[in-house]
């Protein structure tokens, strides 16, 4: 099948969320319910279809195929020619791209469908879709673009949407609209210190390297798999390699006349190329192939020993100078490209300095500075440690809005960051060892917080701190695999939970308006705003909730569907995601001996004893026991909008672990899926990847963890099961209902800790948001009101200007102006007083002066012809 | 054919009836003799005109003349129209008595 035109079609997975948001933002007002959600929805499913397609293509392609960077679809962006920045709106699509886009628009058309049953009936249907399709347009932008500032660009988009979702319903009254909108301020402001971190880095980036481009058109960004998979022969690990060949130039023991040289000639290139195309080469042949690359990297030759014995045709139609970035200056490629490059120059050598005007680092520093900005970017999109505080609080966006963004899409754009800039990692294992620990330390701290929270919604974004924390060590560990794995199942299994316990919710809340004979009318706003209602009821309160399974069946299947696969029991997509992860932590400790290792295995498995327990308690004091309120005791099952989603996620939340199963353990050729489909897949994205070794199963590990999430469901089954799940649970105030762990002395301070969030919000008000209030209060009572307004203002302002305008008012204006003017009207009317006798009024004076006065004149005329005779 | 009376003496005779009419506008106080000063200081002048158009042989002056005995016509219609007004006003034509514009 040709599928080689498909990736051109990437505008369009943008364009047409983008049209979806334009209608119903322009005329949204003017449609029904049902079109603009129509809309939206077929937005969505034309995006994941062409996604479909262009993911078909990168699937099938292999090596430097399966990466496609189309011709640049706005040609000089951003172009400032005197600094020689020169920014193409250039798409790429790659292996990482395609698992991302699938995610998005998949993970996103369940959620549009599931809107249209949850936001049924809201004032600002229409609106709640263009920002949805809005959303999705910046998360593909973020995750389909070629450059840094593309990046950027969906970054900043998907923020905006994020604080218009979060703050939706800001215009429900009173307090209950204020806490929506200062959830998304808080959501705004929490994000804006990480993008301070993310321009820093970006900056660095261009600073460095001249270019914000991943890769050139062109350029191939795992040189050595795009030669394996033309059967050109094994590449040699970078590492491995400039230890035996030391750092001059490579010279391949060269069998006849094919010699690599550190410099390659052309006609090298194309004696290997020549070689090529008509060399196949089994696996097994890989052996007696020796490729190798020169110190820069740049350049592979391949020894041909067993040209002759190949046989057929590969038919690769790329050619070997396409593969190996040859025909590239070093400074023409891209950063990744560029940051080979100058990690492979020897320790102190000039060309590794980067200047900084008044000082130079070494290309490695350099490195470090712009991960650890770039992790604080990710501390904040991803909710990690110290800047995941807005996440908990964003649950006052509508329930979709956190399933889509806030679970499975958007947080997850700084692990796909972290993964995009898996060259950047490889080369900084510094910087990886502060992503691991923060992330193991996030994931250990959100799963312990989750225990004590009341809120279903809550206990769920707590939960994916926590799995973030999973993704970012993985990040940290350099096992980029295991973290877009996560990153895949987590936004189905989170997604599932999420738009489960959006049911959850909407039914309670029915449940409890038909209780309370309010009517059913389905065309009330019934969503998370329930407490603006005429009682204090709160259908997301836990302790409102219990014997839910009975009510809603479907939902309470598919909810320990999405339980399970979080828990990571055994072949849930969770348990080969996690464990995944977990393996990776196992080995880089036991068999690589690093300490971050150690520290993750032990922090994450404690994470993921905590997320059994949770998720436990949760679905114990939520589907388990007796209903607790009259909204839970009349909750009805919700409509098939929204029920279908949720069958569909929990579908995919047994089933997609399957595409990445280790070597030799269970499942092993599932579905006439390789072992680790997913890695190879995603292979000519992640270089580090080829030359390393799939782990294998881990055995040990996978039962310890299993066993550990079975201990955790256990003891929590012991303390929540059935009607233990609350003390005193039909005490009225709900606040008197206490955790049974409360009750117990032996675990109240554990558990209240959890319950407080560990004073988290409380820290950072005193450390740093009174301070920065008795700041502002300084400058404004004392510096503007004190100083500048009674001082400088009152006293030099005004009354400099009042002593310059009296100077001004009387002596100038009232002696020298005034008299000036005054003195020329008294010396007319003095000169005036003077002539005015000669008007004596009786004519004959006048006449007489009149003819002397002709007399005079005619003198005057007459007097040069007088003189004239005279003269004469 | 030379002039029979030089202009010469035109031009005395027109002077002398100027200096005439001057002296009379200036020292009489009737005004009806004023005004006929008047009258005969602008036909000393027209006799002036006239007297140096024959000389020249030129026509201008002749064509003067009428305009200025035009100008003279409406000057008496309005002239002696102003003098009855001033004697119905002030019951006199004695100029002296007409000094209401003093400063």
Same mark, same amino acid.
């Given at each position: 099948?040709?599928?080689?035109?498909?990736?051109?079609?990437?505008?369009?997975?943008?364009?047409?969320?983008?049209?979806?948001?334009?209608?119903?933002?322009?005329?949204?007002?003017?449609?029904?319910?049902?079109?603009?959600?129509?809309?939206?929805?077929?937005?969505?499913?034309?995006?994941?279809?062409?996604?479909?397609?262009?993911?078909?293509?990168?699937?099938?392609?292999?090596?430097?195929?399966?990466?496609?960077?189309?011709?640049?679809?706005?040609?000089?962006?951003?172009?400032?020619?005197?600094?020689?920045?020169?920014?193409?709106?250039?798409?790429?699509?790659?292996?990482?791209?395609?698992?991302?886009?699938?995610?998005?628009?998949?993970?996103?058309?369940?959620?549009?469908?599931?809107?249209?049953?949850?936001?049924?009936?809201?004032?600002?249907?229409?609106?709640?879709?263009?920002?949805?399709?809005?959303?999705?347009?910046?998360?593909?932008?973020?995750?389909?673009?070629?450059?840094?500032?593309?990046?950027?660009?969906?970054?900043?988009?998907?923020?905006?949407?994020?604080?218009?979702?979060?703050?939706?319903?800001?215009?429900?009254?009173?307090?209950?609209?204020?806490?929506?909108?200062?959830?998304?301020?808080?959501?705004?402001?929490?994000?804006?210190?990480?993008?301070?971190?993310?321009?820093?880095?970006?900056?660095?980036?261009?600073?460095?390297?001249?270019?914000?481009?991943?890769?050139?058109?062109?350029?191939?960004?795992?040189?050595?798999?795009?030669?394996?998979?033309?059967?050109?022969?094994?590449?040699?690990?970078?590492?491995?390699?400039?230890?035996?060949?030391?750092?001059?130039?490579?010279?391949?023991?060269?069998?006849?006349?094919?010699?690599?040289?550190?410099?390659?000639?052309?006609?090298?290139?194309?004696?290997?190329?020549?070689?090529?195309?008509?060399?196949?080469?089994?696996?097994?042949?890989?052996?007696?192939?020796?490729?190798?690359?020169?110190?820069?990297?740049?350049?592979?030759?391949?020894?041909?020993?067993?040209?002759?014995?190949?046989?057929?045709?590969?038919?690769?139609?790329?050619?070997?100078?396409?593969?190996?970035?040859?025909?590239?200056?070093?400074?023409?490629?891209?950063?990744?490209?560029?940051?080979?490059?100058?990690?492979?120059?020897?320790?102190?050598?000039?060309?590794?300095?980067?200047?900084?005007?008044?000082?130079?680092?070494?290309?490695?520093?350099?490195?470090?500075?712009?991960?650890?900005?770039?992790?604080?970017?990710?501390?904040?999109?991803?909710?990690?440690?110290?800047?995941?505080?807005?996440?908990?609080?964003?649950?006052?966006?509508?329930?979709?809005?956190?399933?889509?963004?806030?679970?499975?899409?958007?947080?997850?754009?700084?692990?796909?960051?972290?993964?995009?800039?898996?060259?950047?990692?490889?080369?900084?294992?510094?910087?990886?060892?502060?992503?691991?620990?923060?992330?193991?330390?996030?994931?250990?701290?959100?799963?312990?917080?989750?225990?004590?929270?009341?809120?279903?919604?809550?206990?769920?974004?707590?939960?994916?701190?926590?799995?973030?924390?999973?993704?970012?060590?993985?990040?940290?560990?350099?096992?980029?695999?295991?973290?877009?794995?996560?990153?895949?199942?987590?936004?189905?299994?989170?997604?599932?939970?999420?738009?489960?316990?959006?049911?959850?919710?909407?039914?309670?809340?029915?449940?409890?308006?038909?209780?309370?004979?309010?009517?059913?009318?389905?065309?009330?706003?019934?969503?998370?705003?329930?407490?603006?209602?005429?009682?204090?009821?709160?259908?997301?309160?836990?302790?409102?909730?219990?014997?839910?399974?009975?009510?809603?069946?479907?939902?309470?299947?598919?909810?320990?569907?999405?339980?399970?696969?979080?828990?990571?029991?055994?072949?849930?997509?969770?348990?080969?995601?996690?464990?995944?992860?977990?393996?990776?932590?196992?080995?880089?400790?036991?068999?690589?001996?690093?300490?971050?290792?150690?520290?993750?295995?032990?922090?994450?498995?404690?994470?993921?004893?905590?997320?059994?327990?949770?998720?436990?308690?949760?679905?114990?004091?939520?589907?388990?026991?007796?209903?607790?309120?009259?909204?839970?005791?009349?909750?009805?099952?919700?409509?098939?909008?929204?029920?279908?989603?949720?069958?569909?996620?929990?579908?995919?939340?047994?089933?997609?672990?399957?595409?990445?199963?280790?070597?030799?353990?269970?499942?092993?050729?599932?579905?006439?899926?390789?072992?680790?489909?997913?890695?190879?897949?995603?292979?000519?994205?992640?270089?580090?990847?080829?030359?390393?070794?799939?782990?294998?199963?881990?055995?040990?590990?996978?039962?310890?963890?299993?066993?550990?999430?079975?201990?955790?469901?256990?003891?929590?089954?012991?303390?929540?099961?059935?009607?233990?799940?609350?003390?005193?649970?039909?005490?009225?105030?709900?606040?008197?209902?206490?955790?049974?762990?409360?009750?117990?002395?032996?675990?109240?301070?554990?558990?209240?800790?959890?319950?407080?969030?560990?004073?988290?919000?409380?820290?950072?008000?005193?450390?740093?948001?009174?301070?920065?209030?008795?700041?502002?209060?300084?400058?404004?009572?004392?510096?503007?009101?004190?100083?500048?307004?009674?001082?400088?203002?009152?006293?030099?302002?005004?009354?400099?200007?009042?002593?310059?305008?009296?100077?001004?008012?009387?002596?100038?204006?009232?002696?020298?102006?005034?008299?000036?003017?005054?003195?020329?009207?008294?010396?007319?009317?003095?000169?005036?007083?003077?002539?005015?006798?000669?008007?004596?009024?009786?004519?004959?004076?006048?006449?007489?002066?009149?003819?002397?006065?002709?007399?005079?004149?005619?003198?005057?005329?007459?007097?040069?012809?007088?003189?004239?005779?005279?003269?004469? | 054919?030379?002039?029979?009376?030089?202009?010469?003496?035109?031009?005395?005779?027109?002077?002398?009836? /100027?200096?005439?009419?001057? !002296?009379? $506008?200036?020292?009489?106080?009737? &005004? %009806?003799?004023?005004?006929?000063? @008047?009258?005969?200081?602008?036909?000393?002048?027209?006799?002036?005109?006239?007297?140096?158009?024959?000389?020249?042989?030129?026509?201008?002056?002749?064509? /003067?003349?009428?305009?200025? !005995?035009? $100008?003279?016509?409406?000057?008496? &219609? %309005?002239?002696?129209?102003?003098? @009855?007004?001033?004697?119905?006003?002030?019951?006199?034509?004695?100029?002296?008595?007409?000094?209401?514009?003093?400063?």
């Amino acid at each position: 099948m040709h599928t080689d035109s498909y990736p051109q079609l990437i505008p369009l997975v943008i364009l047409i969320p983008a049209i979806g948001a334009f209608i119903n933002l322009f005329w949204g007002k003017r449609l029904t319910e049902r079109v603009s959600g129509w809309i939206g929805i077929t937005a969505a499913l034309l995006s994941f279809v062409i996604s479909w397609l262009i993911v078909s293509h990168v699937h099938g392609a292999h090596g430097a195929g399966s990466v496609v960077n189309p011709p640049a679809f706005f040609d000089g962006w951003i172009r400032i020619e005197s600094i020689g920045l020169d920014i193409p709106w250039q798409f790429r699509v790659d292996p990482i791209t395609s698992v991302m886009l699938l995610v998005v628009t998949g993970v996103g058309s369940l959620i549009h469908i599931y809107s249209m049953g949850y936001m049924h009936g809201d004032p600002k249907f229409s609106r709640f879709f263009a920002f949805l399709n809005m959303f999705l347009m910046f998360m593909l932008i973020l995750v389909t673009g070629n450059n840094f500032l593309m990046m950027f660009v969906g970054w900043e988009g998907v923020g905006l949407m994020s604080y218009l979702l979060i703050g939706f319903n800001w215009d429900k009254g009173g307090a209950l609209g204020r806490k929506n909108a200062n959830a998304a301020r808080k959501a705004m402001i929490v994000n804006r210190v990480g993008d301070f971190g993310i321009l820093m880095s970006v900056f660095l980036i261009f600073w460095t390297f001249g270019t914000l481009n991943f890769y050139s058109p062109g350029e191939t960004a795992n040189v050595c798999y795009a030669l394996e998979v033309n059967h050109l022969g094994e590449c040699e690990k970078k590492g491995e390699h400039s230890e035996t060949e030391g750092e001059g130039a490579a010279v391949v023991p060269a069998e006849g006349e094919t010699t690599a040289e550190g410099e390659h000639s052309e006609t090298e290139a194309t004696t290997a190329e020549g070689e090529h195309s008509e060399t196949t080469a089994a696996e097994g042949e890989h052996g007696e192939t020796e490729a190798t690359t020169d110190e820069h990297g740049e350049t592979t030759t391949a020894e041909g020993e067993h040209g002759e014995e190949a046989e057929g045709e590969h038919g690769a139609p790329v050619a070997l100078e396409d593969i190996d970035n040859s025909q590239f200056e070093p400074k023409q490629l891209g950063v990744f490209g560029q940051t080979k490059y100058y990690m492979e120059l020897p320790e102190g050598d000039a060309g590794r300095m980067i200047s900084f005007g008044p000082f130079e680092l070494d290309f490695g520093q350099v490195l470090f500075l712009i991960l650890i900005f770039m992790m604080l970017g990710v501390a904040g999109k991803s909710a990690q440690i110290p800047l995941f505080i807005w996440l908990p609080d964003a649950m006052a966006g509508p329930t979709p809005v956190s399933a889509l963004m806030h679970a499975a899409t958007m947080v997850t754009a700084g692990v796909f960051l972290l993964v995009r800039s898996n060259v950047f990692l490889d080369y900084a294992p510094e910087a990886r060892f502060v992503i691991a620990i923060i992330g193991s330390t996030t994931a250990l701290m959100a799963g312990y917080i989750a225990i004590g929270q009341w809120d279903i919604k809550r206990v769920l974004a707590y939960s994916t701190i926590s799995q973030l924390g999973f993704m970012v060590a993985a990040v940290g560990l350099g096992a980029y695999v295991a973290a877009i794995f996560h990153l895949a199942t987590h936004a189905v299994f989170k997604a599932l939970l999420f738009l489960g316990s959006g049911s959850v919710i909407h039914g309670v809340e029915h449940g409890h308006h038909h209780g309370h004979g309010h009517g059913h009318d389905s065309h009330d706003d019934h969503h998370d705003d329930h407490a603006a209602h005429h009682d204090d009821f709160d259908p997301q309160d836990m302790r409102n909730m219990g014997g839910l399974g009975n009510r809603m069946p479907l939902t309470y299947i598919t909810y320990l569907f999405g339980t399970f696969a979080l828990a990571g029991l055994p072949f849930f997509a969770g348990f080969w995601s996690k464990d995944e992860i977990l393996a990776d932590a196992w080995h880089v400790g036991f068999d690589e001996g690093h300490l971050e290792g150690y520290i993750v295995l032990g922090l994450l498995l404690a994470a993921a004893a905590c997320t059994a327990f949770y998720m436990w308690r949760q679905v114990q004091m939520v589907f388990h026991g007796q209903p607790r309120s009259e909204g839970a005791a009349n909750a009805p099952e919700s409509s098939a909008w929204m029920v279908i989603p949720l069958l569909i996620l929990a579908f995919f939340s047994f089933t997609i672990g399957f595409m990445n199963v280790p070597t030799n353990g269970p499942f092993h050729g599932f579905f006439g899926w390789k072992d680790y489909e997913f890695k190879h897949f995603l292979e000519s994205s992640v270089p580090s990847l080829t030359g390393k070794t799939p782990l294998e199963f881990n055995w040990l590990l996978a039962i310890g963890a299993v066993a550990l999430a079975f201990a955790a469901i256990a003891f929590a089954h012991s303390r929540y099961a059935g009607d233990k799940a609350l003390e005193n649970r039909e005490d009225p105030n709900i606040a008197n209902r206490l955790d049974p762990l409360y009750a117990n002395r032996a675990t109240r301070q554990i558990w209240s800790l959890a319950n407080a969030r560990m004073y988290w919000d409380e820290i950072y008000g005193a450390l740093i948001e009174q301070p920065y209030n008795r700041l502002a209060d300084f400058f404004a009572n004392v510096v503007d009101w004190r100083f500048l307004h009674d001082y400088f203002h009152d006293t030099v302002l005004k009354k400099g200007y009042d002593t310059l305008a009296g100077l001004l008012a009387r002596p100038f204006d009232l002696g020298i102006i005034d008299g000036a003017v005054n003195g020329v009207g008294w010396l007319i009317g003095f000169f005036s007083g003077r002539m005015r006798g000669l008007q004596t009024g009786y004519v004959r004076t006048y006449a007489v002066v009149l003819l002397f006065g002709v007399v005079v004149v005619i003198v005057l005329m007459l007097l040069p012809l007088i003189q004239a005779r005279a003269g004469q | 054919m030379p002039p029979a009376v030089p202009t010469e003496f035109f031009v005395m005779l027109s002077m002398i009836l /100027f200096a005439l009419g001057a !002296m009379g $506008v200036l020292l009489r106080k009737n &005004a %009806i003799l004023v005004f006929m000063s @008047v009258e005969l200081m602008l036909n000393s002048a027209n006799l002036a005109l006239a007297a140096f158009a024959r000389q020249w042989n030129e026509m201008d002056g002749h064509i /003067f003349v009428f305009f200025v !005995m035009t $100008v003279a016509a409406a000057e008496v &219609a %309005i002239g002696l129209a102003l003098i @009855v007004a001033i004697f119905r006003h002030k019951q006199s034509i004695n100029i002296d008595d007409l000094h209401q514009l003093e400063g």
